[in-house]
């Protein structure tokens, strides 16, 4: 399948998956009502509970270490930043765990369900639950999607993190840069990022964008977040490079994102949630949902990595005993299973993409 293929085949995937959501999203506002009431009842335990943040690790800490230039001198912003983020947290958990407004959107396989929500105020909410079968990588997934900076690819759209502002080990402001080539489209965007451990084995990492002043000259107007109505205003200013103040390049607002990590005894189930806005009304009005089909590929090749990485450790234990047993040219077969183990994970991710009904797509248009 060369290049070139495959890419017309992600834009397909992609304007199919947004006429899909535009003809399954309904306007389901007893559900919306019933989070919006459930996260003002539910404002003491929240402060009892969510102030506890995850014990700096090793790997918090050396984030912290790296970026402790950018540390926040501004007591008061940093504590509003804390105020922000600890209501948001209650929302994300109230739109995760509810399951009441979502319809089932895609099936990517037996071990990923995408569900979507239609906002009352016009605004989706796409929830995807993946299972990670291998639960002693709990941390590692964490660690992975926690890491502020780098450059991570999901197919043709490529995303460039880093921190922007640190308040503590795990409370960041981070700028997100995206760049889809499918659509020559280049964007960023601002949001406060939060890590915290819930309970033993259930941690979230939570993002929201707010009213943040990057002087962008052709988008000073603050954005109106349509998901978190009742949550107070947090507003910042931060020193953008020369494009973003020029805006030359797309603003994005994230109305809420972020991760649902809990360690069962057999796998990890994670959850996936996403509402974010774009503020360039001459972008193509699909470019939100070619940056969440990526998304969810990178998180199913995360997913496949780590039961390649799985099976490699078992395979291994398994050659070991058998050359114990057997005098055998064990090598060849060892040669072959991995070319196997090797090319399953990339073979995959083609059959899923021939698999997600793309002649539905061409029959809507």
């Not at 079968?133 to 880093?162: A, V």
């Not at 494009?243 to 030359?248: A, E, S, T, V, Y």
């Not at 064990?330 to 021939?354: A, E, T």
Request: with cysteine; proline share 3%; charged share 20%.
């Amino acid at each position: 399948m060369n290049t070139g293929y495959i890419q017309v085949v992600f834009l397909f995937l992609s304007l199919f998956l947004y006429v899909n959501n535009q003809v399954l999203a309904t306007e389901p506002k007893e559900a919306i009502v019933a989070i919006h009431q459930y996260a003002k009842r539910s404002n003491a335990r929240r402060n009892a509970v969510l102030m506890k943040t995850i014990s700096p690790s090793i790997f918090a800490s050396e984030i912290y270490e790296q970026n402790k230039d950018l540390l926040c001198t501004n007591h008061d912003e940093a504590r509003k930043a804390a105020e922000f983020m600890e209501k948001v947290v209650a929302q994300f958990l109230c739109y995760t765990n509810n399951k009441d407004g979502y319809v089932l959107s895609r099936k990517y396989d037996n071990d990923a369900f995408l569900y979507l929500m239609r906002h009352e105020n016009h605004t989706n909410i796409e929830k995807l639950n993946i299972k990670f079968h291998n639960p002693n990588k709990y941390d590692e997934i964490i660690n992975t999607l926690w890491n502020p900076n780098g450059n991570k690819s999901f197919g043709y759209t490529y995303i460039n993190e880093k921190v922007a502002r640190v308040y503590n080990p795990n409370l960041i402001m981070v700028q997100h840069r995206l760049r889809s080539d499918t659509v020559s489209l280049q964007g960023y965007f601002y949001a406060l990022a939060i890590k915290l451990e819930l309970s033993h084995g259930v941690t979230v990492i939570v993002y929201a964008s707010a009213n943040i002043n990057d002087h962008n000259r052709l988008n000073q107007k603050p954005h109106r977040n349509p998901v978190l109505e009742d949550t107070e205003s947090f507003t910042a200013e931060i020193d953008s490079e020369s494009d973003i103040r020029n805006g030359q390049i797309t603003k994005f607002f994230v109305n809420i994102s972020g991760y649902l990590i809990k360690k069962k005894d057999n796998y990890v189930d994670l959850t996936y949630l996403n509402s974010m806005d774009c503020l360039d009304y001459n972008a193509p009005a699909f470019i939100i949902d070619i940056i969440e089909v990526a998304k969810h590929f990178f998180l199913m090749r995360l997913r496949d990595d780590i039961h390649k990485f799985t099976c490699i450790i078992v395979l291994t234990y398994i050659w070991d005993i058998l050359q114990t047993l057997f005098v055998f040219p064990f090598h060849l077969i060892w040669i072959f299973i991995l070319y196997m183990i090797f090319s399953i994970p990339f073979s995959s991710i083609c059959m899923r993409i021939n698999k997600l009904n793309i002649q539905l797509f061409i029959k809507n248009f």
